[in-house]
């Protein structure tokens, strides 16, 4: 038996003021795009902005339904748009963040446990990082250089080989 250990590192910036431009720009695009999330069970709104090899952003918000399973997160809209729209073309960086109307909005979220599956699906299939920037609508952003961080020991395709 030997222990081992799963540790990453990670950018933690005090505001969004302090991220280099293009990640800035692309936060403040998932910031706006809450607006159009359709979250009327949860009145959580989310967004997510993802950057393009091509330059391109595409954006995505949550869309949520009466029967709840049917509700989909803004991160995998996005990714599916993404790849319905530009196939092929390399995801560099994804952005996410939300607006919560009746609660605090100044601290970053991380994508659930089935947006990690659908990055980690994307990343491998692109055999190329795809960065994450979360934040708030203020505080807080975190940048995490690659969605294999937050899934260790996830199931992948190389599994069923
Ligand atoms: O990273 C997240 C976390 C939650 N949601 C959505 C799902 C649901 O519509 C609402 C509350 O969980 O927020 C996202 O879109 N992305
Ligand atoms: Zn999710």
Request: aromatic share 8%; hydrophobic share 40%.
């Amino acid at each position: 038996m030997d222990i081992r250990k799963h540790s990453f590192e990670y950018h933690s910036y005090p505001d969004s003021a302090a991220l280099p431009t293009a990640d800035l720009r692309l936060l403040e695009e998932a910031r706006e795009v809450t607006a159009q999330a359709y979250a009327p069970y949860s009145n959580f709104y989310v967004g997510a902005a993802i950057l393009l090899a091509n330059g391109i952003v595409v954006r995505g918000t949550n869309q949520e339904n009466a029967s709840f399973p049917a509700g989909i997160c803004a991160e995998r809209v996005a990714l599916s748009t993404a790849a319905s729209l530009y196939p092929g073309v390399p995801i560099l960086t994804i952005a996410v963040s939300y607006h919560n109307p009746k609660g605090s909005n100044d601290a970053p979220i991380s994508p659930c446990g089935i947006c990690r599956q659908t990055l980690s699906e994307y990343e491998g299939r692109q055999q190329q990082a795809i960065r994450i920037i979360m934040g708030g609508q203020t505080g807080k952003v975190f940048v995490i250089p690659t969605i294999r961080h937050l899934l260790p020991l996830g199931f992948t395709a190389e599994d069923m080989q």
